[in-house]
């Protein structure tokens, strides 16, 4: 029976990988429309989140069927809980990705300049961040996964930088569209927020300690 | 687009119905133990039966290849139809019927003979001579029971000697042997402790896409695990019957609901 | 297939026949018996012949076939003997069953099942050689062959019957009567007085009706330490003739077909019907028996 | 005190009924074992039988007792089977097993009787090892009908169920599964029966036994010698009884080793299968 369980976990472990693949593209699509401001890439991000809302109703469905089928005990339950919330952080982290293209609909037209440029700098950082949580899942990495969290507060950092930036920069004239690139900051931080979050399921999983909220136990 | 691998196998409707029950009604002397029962089970699928102590879910498989022919006064009506022919007929072909619906009991019951012998017998009882034919799907039903491993040297040896689990798998070797197109089984696994289960349960799996499987198990978990489609009995009437995703996730019956949740009686 | 069928019928059938064999020799029995019989019967009647107490088979001009004499003996030597096996059978029966140790019941069990299988002309044969001369001594008699030596060596002899079907009986009572006797607080005499043998009861009285079954219907014992005088006994010590014997010593020396030949017949069906009636009655109480332990499911 | 009393009551007479049954057994042991020899078993009797050995009877038993056994093993066999594998009808089952029991109840005489009736004189076979062996045979059906019910019984039904579950027909399951799965505990209801036959008396009084014949039995016609017959004859109508007393301790002591053994044996061999089958199944 064994092999089949397997299987079936096997499965929702490549669902979970191929989503945050998609996500990912999210993440760094939404940063490289920021910088261009290319409203039609924005459009096809927001179009996409559809498909991620259809995947993560599968995996919970999946999720359910395993519990069901198997009732998971141990790792195995870890396993199958951590998924579930894994499961939602990736859908949150697409919405989030969907904000930041309407937040370059709402900008609109106009040049972003080196803000921009350092705004995709951060979302390529959060999109590792995102990609090396995923991987200390698949991998059962928990040094990778440690590194996640510890990495949350260089994000913090370069998004304070970022906004104190933003703030020197405005005046009356860009005052809603600086406004709108502050609130993409804003965005890209919850999604390093939520990665944090996967990293600290997947230790749960590899090692059944809760670091959540307990950043001694790590 | 990337594409996700999950099944969607469990959604799919289309079936094609192996056995067909109809109207069916099973009475021990006096006292009615099957009520109205119709379904239909699917070819090449895994139904599950499960139900009390006495709730007739054995008498009901029983039915399929007439192993209730053994018990003294009884009476059936209705109709069960395998392959376009009511086999509750009093003209049925018994013998053959039962070559093409093959049992496994729920304790193992290998004869007192060798492993070779013991698979050999159903294809003696259907008249094969040829020792070498007769050894080859020996062999064969022992790899496809996931014995082979095991006994591939002591096939000489007497089927005693082997441990339950692996007796059991034995008895489901010997019915594989004569190629049924149904295999029933009662209870297989309530003599076995969990990691012969486990074999067992995972062997039914491989053998879903050859054979139709219909198991009667008091183990829901194990209902849940293996099966396509579920049957709920109670009392000798059938409370629910559907896809084993919906009995066990959203059970539509008070009494079903009841019953797997564990808050029965 | 159909053919196979038939020919699986018509097995059946002759299964069926040979079944019946059994009952078919009962019967047979019974009529051999009857129409041997019949001679004497009709010539004599069998109530004159059952309650007249002259038995001179073989005189010539006047010969008698009274079987008081020889039914008396019968049950005299029945009714001692019981005497002496049913207190010792059902007490051995009790000790193997409640007091023994499982590893020796299994053996004391077997043990009993074998010697009762002791063919019964060695014990007439140790009857002759070691009892006849005591109780000669013991009582002073002209002739140690008498009622009381038949009936202590039967005795011996019905002990492993009775015992062994006695402890049938109490094996019967579920171990749950005692359990829950033992966790009253009553102790082991108690639980076996109060409890165990009311419980076995039936079953002991149709361990001793099959005895008393055996004992009335066993010859050679009988045959070699009776003494074989044809009259009614006065005392224990007096020789007797119980039907058995009768039948097999005379036998021999009656003519095929003569009156006597058929006296004797009709003692063998005298005895046929009290060992038939006797078994029934057995069977009978042991099912009722059976079904009152919840056994007969 | 009572409590006392009572279980030394109940231990000494059962001691009591042990030691009886060694006193008798060991009183024609150790009177009888000087006698037996291979002289006293292999050569004919002769002076009267005041000397010479028991030959003849033990011949005359033998074939007696194989012979009965001969004719009980396919009646008995086959009601046992059919009781067993067919019927289905409770009332059935129950008068045939009533008229079993019956039978096993009805004294061996009594046989002796029938046997003289209907062998020696309805079919004129005659004082003769056929008739003996035609009376035997029924005295022991019953026994030997009630072990070998005991025997297929003890066949998992499982197994039956097996077989058929695999399309076997019910002769074919009882064939090639339940009777070899039951042919060492049919064994021991024949080594049982045998004992039994072997002890046996009063059914061959009148219907196969004499006292003396000078040759071996040449047919199955010709009367036969048996061991508890010239028991019995050496003590009742010997001519020199005090010379005969000692053949006959002889003669008794082999009958009991023979019977006692192959009693022994059944009982063994069944006990030692019991216990295995309780721990297989």
Same mark, same amino acid.
């Given at each position: ?36 401001? #290319?409203? $039609? ?151 390093? $927020? ?6 600290? $399921? ?17 | ?81 395998? #392959? ?121 799996? #491989? ?43 959203? /059970? ?14 | ?85 049913? /207190? ?13 140790? /499982?590893?020796?019941?299994?053996? !004391? ?128 010590? $007096? ?59 | ?36 020899? !291979? ?243």
């Amino acid at each position: 029976m064994y092999r089949y369980f397997e299987d079936e976990i096997k499965e929702v472990k490549e669902a979970l990988l191929n989503m945050s693949l998609y996500v990912e593209d999210m993440i760094y699509n939404s940063v490289l429309a920021l910088k261009t401001t #290319d409203t $039609d890439l924005s459009k096809k991000i927001i179009e996409e989140d559809d498909e991620i809302d259809k995947i993560e109703i599968q995996i919970d469905e999946k999720c359910t069927e395993i519990i069901m089928r198997h009732h998971p005990l141990a790792r195995d339950l870890r396993f199958v809980l951590a998924t579930l919330k894994i499961n939602n952080d990736l859908e949150r982290i697409a919405d989030l990705a969907v904000d930041i293209a309407w937040r370059v609909i709402e900008i609109s037209r106009g040049e972003n300049g080196k803000i921009a440029q350092e705004i995709e700098g951060m979302g390529i950082k959060v999109k590792d961040m995102l990609r090396n949580s995923i991987k200390s899942l698949t991998e059962e990495n928990y040094e990778l996964a440690k590194e996640v969290i510890t990495s949350d507060k260089e994000i913090d950092a370069l998004k304070n930088g970022i906004i104190e930036e933003i703030l020197r920069n405005t005046d009356k004239v860009n005052l809603r569209k600086n406004l709108s690139l502050i609130l993409a900051v804003r965005h890209l931080e919850r999604i390093a $927020d939520h990665c944090v979050n996967i990293s600290e $399921d997947v230790i749960y999983i590899l090692k059944a300690r809760v670091v959540k909220h307990h950043k001694e136990n790590l | 687009m990337l594409t996700l691998n999950i099944k969607e196998e469990l959604n799919k409707t289309e079936e094609k119905t192996k056995i067909k029950v109809k109207d069916l009604n099973f009475y021990y002397g006096p006292k009615q133990t099957l009520k109205n029962i119709s379904m239909d089970i699917y070819e090449k699928k895994v139904t599950a039966i499960i139900g009390p102590s006495g709730c007739g879910k054995s008498t009901f498989i029983r039915l399929f290849n007439r192993m209730d022919e053994f018990v003294l006064e009884s009476k059936s009506e209705g109709e069960i139809i395998i #392959d376009g022919k009511n086999i509750l007929e009093k003209d049925t072909d018994l013998i053959d019927l039962r070559r093409r619906v093959g049992m496994v009991f729920q304790k193992p019951n290998p004869f007192p003979k060798t492993i070779m012998e013991n698979i050999a017998y159903g294809l003696k009882v259907n008249g094969w001579k040829d020792n070498f034919q007769i050894e080859t799907r020996v062999i064969d039903s022992l790899k496809k029971s996931a014995l082979w491993e095991e006994v591939k040297y002591r096939l000489k040896e007497n089927a005693y000697g082997l441990s339950g689990g692996q007796q059991q798998r034995l008895c489901i070797a010997r019915c594989i042997a004569v190629r049924p197109e149904i295999i029933l089984f009662d209870e297989p696994c309530a003599s076995l402790d969990p990691i012969s289960t486990a074999k067992i349960e995972e062997l039914i799996m #491989d053998l879903k896409k050859d054979y139709t499987i219909v198991i009667v198990t008091h183990n829901m978990q194990q209902a849940a695990r293996i099966s396509d489609y579920t049957a709920f009995f109670l009392m000798g009437e059938m409370i629910e019957y559907g896809l084993t995703k919906n009995i066990f996730e959203n /059970p539509k019956d008070k009494r079903t609901e009841d019953y797997i949740t564990g808050r029965f009686g | 297939m159909k053919i196979k069928t038939t020919e699986n019928y018509k097995i059946e059938l002759l299964f069926s026949a040979v079944s019946f064999f059994s009952l078919l020799a009962l019967f047979l029995i019974f009529l051999t018996l009857a129409k041997e019989s019949f001679h004497s019967i009709k010539e004599i009647g069998l109530i004159k012949m059952i309650t007249s107490s002259e038995w001179y088979p073989t005189d010539e001009e006047n010969p008698a076939f009274g079987m008081l004499p020889l039914i008396t003996a019968s049950l005299y030597v029945t009714f001692l003997s019981l005497l002496i096996s049913i /207190p010792i059978g059902t007490l051995s029966a009790v000790y193997i069953s409640e007091f023994a140790k /499982p590893k020796a019941k299994l053996f !004391l069990k077997s043990f009993i099942e074998i010697i009762s299988a002791v063919p019964s002309v060695v014990f007439g044969f140790w009857g002759i050689v070691f009892l006849v001369p005591i109780i000669q001594k013991l009582f002073d008699l002209p002739t140690g062959y008498c009622i009381l030596t038949s009936s202590i060596v039967l005795g011996i002899m019905a002990v492993p019957i009775i015992t062994s079907l006695c402890e049938d009986a109490l094996n019967m009572v579920p171990s749950s009567l005692r359990e829950a006797s033992y966790a009253l607080g009553a102790e082991k005499h108690t639980t076996i007085i109060r409890i165990i043998i009311p419980a076995a009861s039936s079953g002991i009285f149709t361990a001793i009706i099959l005895g008393a079954g055996r004992i009335i219907g066993e010859t050679m014992v009988v045959l070699m330490l009776s003494g074989g005088s044809a009259v009614i006994p006065e005392s224990l010590t $007096d020789p007797a003739r119980p039907i058995t014997s009768a039948i097999a010593s005379e036998m021999g020396e009656t003519v095929v077909g003569s009156l006597h030949y058929s006296s004797l017949f009709t003692l063998g069906l005298i005895l046929f019907v009290i060992t038939v009636i006797l078994s029934v009655l057995a069977q009978y109480i042991s099912s009722k028996y059976s079904l009152k332990l919840g056994k007969g499911r | 005190m009572k409590k006392v009393l009572f279980n030394h009551a109940i231990k000494s007479i059962f001691f009591l009924n042990i030691l009886l049954v060694i006193l008798i057994v060991g009183f024609i042991f150790i009177k009888g074992y000087k006698i037996i020899s !291979l002289k006293f078993l292999f050569t004919m009797p002769y002076n009267s039988m005041t000397e010479g050995g028991i030959f003849p009877a033990l011949v005359g038993t033998f074939l007696l007792t194989s012979l009965s056994i001969i004719f009980a093993l396919p009646p008995g066999v086959i009601t046992a089977i059919y009781l067993n594998e067919y019927v289905k009808n409770k009332h059935l089952i129950n008068i045939i097993k009533i008229s079993i029991n019956t039978l096993a109840g009805v004294p061996s005489v009594v046989f002796g009787l029938f046997g003289f009736s209907v062998f020696v004189k309805f079919f004129g076979f005659g004082v003769s090892l056929l008739s003996g062996a035609f009376t035997l045979s029924i005295v022991i059906l019953p026994i030997f009908i009630s072990a070998t019910i005991e025997a297929l019984s003890a066949v998992p039904y499982s197994l039956r169920e097996a077989s058929m579950a695999l399309g076997a027909t019910k002769l074919y399951t009882i064939r090639h599964t339940v009777l070899p799965a039951a042919f060492s505990s049919i064994m021991t209801a024949i080594i049982l029966s045998t004992g039994r036959a072997a002890g046996e008396t009063a059914p061959i009084l009148f219907t196969a036994a004499v006292f003396f014949q000078k040759n071996l039995p040449d047919s199955l016609f010709s009367p036969v010698m048996a061991l508890p017959y010239h028991i019995y004859a050496l003590m009742t109508e010997g001519t020199h009884p005090e010379k005969q007393v000692a053949i006959a301790y002889g003669s008794a002591l082999v009958l009991i080793i023979t019977v006692l053994f192959l009693i022994s044996l059944a009982v063994f061999l069944r006990e030692k299968r019991r216990r295995y089958v309780n721990f297989k199944h």
